[in-house]
């Protein structure tokens, strides 16, 4: 059982204060006697307890700041979506592939941003700019926004925004199961609730502080049963021993527990294991007793943006992977929609 998450400890930036859910949050926490500090910007977060590195990490993974977000510019964020909408980063989760360790380097803590409604405002221009095509923003590049949603009822905030919207659709990925709260949006079905879902080996060594599988698929039933689209996501595919089997009961548990109404609009998006070279070297450091396997040798070499390649399956482990799934889909979910397999 996993609980939701409490911060240890808070940071405040005082423009926060300026926003009702700044004020809002100050108070929620003061009244849970959470030691609150001030701070002019995230970037002066410091004096983080620990005694090294490693504990400092744990610790940031466990501080939340609470600020506000300056640039409005959103990233792009394909295949799934058009645009990637920024209303938190980092998580409380300690998967040892979370390419967020790579991306956030030394800033690990969790921040969320307050000035929501200018976030909408701002994805508001983009769905004009694109008009009349829909635009797709995805919530959950930079955070798993559903683990703290609980505290900040953001992301209810934007489902019900985009609910109201003809041209704009919100659409998240998590690996949590506190989704009580969300049951009640008024979503209007323009949000798409996905789950990380995995093997149960592949979760039980590499995801540790994430919801257990039978949780987050008993939240998937909540949420499908209380009308969103629903999808999921099997990442990382990881080849171990006995995957096909692991994968197998994956599948068998989603049949077992999805009822039959809910099956006619479910998509799945599947992604292998991959690392670059950075991403190893700071996995080692942050998880240094991993069993992850990170051996280049036994990878195939994929050119990338910025010149940083990535190491993903040989091809025939590759070909093996993507038919065993589809296979499994197929049998179980015909119905569903392969949106890819990457
Ligand atoms: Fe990273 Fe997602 Fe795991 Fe959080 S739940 S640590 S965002 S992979």
Not at 169 to 177: E, N
Not at 191 to 214: C, H, M, Q, W
Not at 243 to 260: C, N, R, S
Request: charged letters at 30%.
């Amino acid at each position: 059982m996993i609980k939701p998450f409490v911060p240890q400890l808070v940071y405040i930036e005082p423009r926060a204060l300026e926003y009702p859910l700044g004020q809002e949050l100050k108070e929620k926490f003061e009244g849970m006697g959470i030691e609150i500090r001030e701070t002019t910007s995230h970037n002066q977060v410091r004096n983080i307890p620990g005694k090294n590195d490693l504990q400092k990490y744990r610790n940031a993974k466990s501080t939340l700041v609470i600020g506000v977000r300056k640039t409005l510019k959103f990233d792009t964020s394909k295949p799934s979506a058009e645009y990637a909408i920024p209303f938190a980063t980092g998580c409380m989760g300690h998967c040892h592939y979370c390419y967020l360790q790579t991306t956030m380097g030394s800033k690990p803590y969790i921040r969320t941003y307050v000035n929501v409604e200018e976030i909408l405002d701002q994805a508001e221009q983009y769905m004009n700019e694109r008009a009349p095509d829909i635009t797709r923003f995805e919530a959950s590049c930079t955070s798993d926004i559903v683990g703290i949603d609980h505290l900040t009822h953001t992301l209810k905030r934007a489902i019900e925004y985009f609910g109201q919207t003809d041209l704009g659709k919100l659409r998240f990925v998590t690996k949590f199961h506190h989704v009580d709260h969300l049951l009640d949006a008024k979503h209007n079905g323009r949000t798409r609730f996905r789950f990380s879902i995995n093997a149960d080996y592949v979760i039980k060594y590499f995801e540790p502080g994430t919801s257990p599988l039978d949780q987050r698929i008993e939240a998937a039933v909540k949420v499908a049963k209380a009308g969103y689209p629903l999808g999921f996501i099997i990442a990382p595919i990881y080849i171990h021993e006995g995957w096909q089997e692991g994968y197998k009961v994956l599948f068998e548990k989603l049949d077992a527990a999805l009822p039959e109404e809910v099956r006619q609009d479910i998509t799945f998006e599947m992604i292998q294991h991959r690392f670059t070279k950075p991403a190893k070297r700071v996995i080692q450091k942050n998880y240094p007793k991993t069993k992850l396997e990170l051996d280049e040798e036994k990878r195939r070499y994929k050119w990338g943006r910025y010149g940083i390649g990535k190491y993903i399956y040989q091809k025939d482990e590759e070909q093996e992977l993507r038919q065993t799934l589809e296979s499994y889909i197929e049998q179980y979910f015909p119905s569903a929609k392969i949106e890819y397999f990457t």
